[in-house]
């Protein structure tokens, strides 16, 4: 157990004292290969480097690397909370499903309790409104006296053979690595990723290199997996996008989004609570995946690949990189 933000801190401090340069909010869009460099396109300029680390969470090159095949998104929930029992140490996990988690955090000085758990993939077409529920039953069966201070969700890249993808992005890629698929472990296999990928730039071996080796072809063996990716994408890509809207504007209650009719075309609508409406195209922008409404988180949400859209239509979650299209009528 360890505080990642104080464990970042170490890490920033280390890189700035060897001369190295972190600029924060800075979008990539594309790296292409010039000359005997990569050239890494952002929407604040360019950067050029002889090797490049694509470690954006879920890859944003799709070609070649393919990843879109082989890696979806999973969201799962945390609450934080008080009581006045005494804790436990240690973290914890179960062995059933669902899946649920335990580990004591400070907060402000004090001892408070994490649970966490209650995964889905990204984008399921399910009621999220109750989300948060569950993991409060077990907060309340563990610790009746208990109160809820925080809820917050968050999101993994799930390979389809459960191991990262860490080391070359691509055979045809020289010089371009990949560290994804972190399956909720992401705060530890950062660290072996790191390892690993620093090893090949330096020409070392790394005993790890092989079980993580991106460019394996065990993750798309596991047939159960592959054909659950490929029906969500046959339906998201392309059948549900030829089934009507089956309701029109008026049926959108304040605080609600649904995809309507509107002459003739689907259109992605969000009421807020003052009656105002968001409308836009619910086309994913990165390969076009019918987006599902996050009634919890008010989002735009892709079953195919886990890319997320506020209900204004900004693109908060890769791999899509742009916004969606805004309907103005
Ligand atoms: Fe890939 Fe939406 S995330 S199509």
Redesign the pocket.
Same mark, same amino acid.
């Given at each position: 157990m360890f505080n990642p933000r104080k464990y970042l801190k170490g890490l920033v401090n280390k890189i700035l004292g060897n001369h190295g340069e972190i600029y924060e909010e800075t979008k990539a869009f594309t790296i292409k290969s010039e000359d005997d460099e990569y050239v890494v396109y952002t929407d604040k300029g360019k950067i050029k480097a002889k090797y490049v680390v694509i470690a954006t969470h879920y890859p944003i090159i799709n070609a070649p690397g393919f990843y879109?095949l082989k890696m979806y998104q999973e969201t799962s929930y945390v609450i934080g909370i008080e009581t006045k029992h005494k804790l436990f140490e240690g973290m914890y996990i179960n062995a059933e499903n669902p899946t649920v988690s335990l580990r004591v955090a400070k907060d402000d000085g004090k001892d408070i309790v994490l649970i966490g758990g209650m995964n889905h993939r990204v984008g399921a077409k399910i009621d999220l409104g109750d989300a948060y529920k569950e993991l409060e039953k077990v907060a309340k069966d563990m610790y009746p006296d208990c109160k809820v201070l925080y809820k917050w969700c968050t999101q993994d890249c799930i390979t389809l053979d459960k191991i990262p993808y860490v080391g070359e992005y691509s055979s045809i890629m020289k010089n371009v690595y990949v560290a994804t698929g972190y399956k909720k472990w992401g705060m530890t296999t950062s660290n072996v990723s790191a390892n690993i990928i620093t090893d090949k730039i330096l020409e070392k071996e790394n005993k790890y290199e092989n079980l993580y080796k991106s460019t394996r072809l065990r993750p798309i063996k596991n047939r159960w997996e592959l054909g659950e990716m490929i029906k969500e994408t046959a339906n998201s890509l392309i059948i549900n996008k030829f089934k009507d809207a089956k309701e029109n504007l008026l049926d959108v209650k304040k605080g609600e989004g649904k995809i309507v009719e509107i002459e003739d075309e689907k259109v992605g609508v969000y009421k807020d609570e003052e009656g105002n409406l968001y409308k836009i195209k619910p086309i &994913?922008t990165?390969?076009? &995946?019918e987006l599902s409404w996050n009634n919890l988180e008010k989002t735009w949400d &892709?079953p &195919?690949?886990?890319?997320r859209f506020d209900y204004k239509g900004n693109q908060i979650y890769d791999?899509?990189i742009e916004n969606l299209e805004i309907k103005l009528e």
């Amino acid at each position: 157990m360890f505080n990642p933000r104080k464990y970042l801190k170490g890490l920033v401090n280390k890189i700035l004292g060897n001369h190295g340069e972190i600029y924060e909010e800075t979008k990539a869009f594309t790296i292409k290969s010039e000359d005997d460099e990569y050239v890494v396109y952002t929407d604040k300029g360019k950067i050029k480097a002889k090797y490049v680390v694509i470690a954006t969470h879920y890859p944003i090159i799709n070609a070649p690397g393919f990843y879109f095949l082989k890696m979806y998104q999973e969201t799962s929930y945390v609450i934080g909370i008080e009581t006045k029992h005494k804790l436990f140490e240690g973290m914890y996990i179960n062995a059933e499903n669902p899946t649920v988690s335990l580990r004591v955090a400070k907060d402000d000085g004090k001892d408070i309790v994490l649970i966490g758990g209650m995964n889905h993939r990204v984008g399921a077409k399910i009621d999220l409104g109750d989300a948060y529920k569950e993991l409060e039953k077990v907060a309340k069966d563990m610790y009746p006296d208990c109160k809820v201070l925080y809820k917050w969700c968050t999101q993994d890249c799930i390979t389809l053979d459960k191991i990262p993808y860490v080391g070359e992005y691509s055979s045809i890629m020289k010089n371009v690595y990949v560290a994804t698929g972190y399956k909720k472990w992401g705060m530890t296999t950062s660290n072996v990723s790191a390892n690993i990928i620093t090893d090949k730039i330096l020409e070392k071996e790394n005993k790890y290199e092989n079980l993580y080796k991106s460019t394996r072809l065990r993750p798309i063996k596991n047939r159960w997996e592959l054909g659950e990716m490929i029906k969500e994408t046959a339906n998201s890509l392309i059948i549900n996008k030829f089934k009507d809207a089956k309701e029109n504007l008026l049926d959108v209650k304040k605080g609600e989004g649904k995809i309507v009719e509107i002459e003739d075309e689907k259109v992605g609508v969000y009421k807020d609570e003052e009656g105002n409406l968001y409308k836009i195209k619910p086309i &994913c922008t990165h390969l076009g &995946c019918e987006l599902s409404w996050n009634n919890l988180e008010k989002t735009w949400d &892709c079953p &195919c690949h886990g890319s997320r859209f506020d209900y204004k239509g900004n693109q908060i979650y890769d791999p899509a990189i742009e916004n969606l299209e805004i309907k103005l009528e």
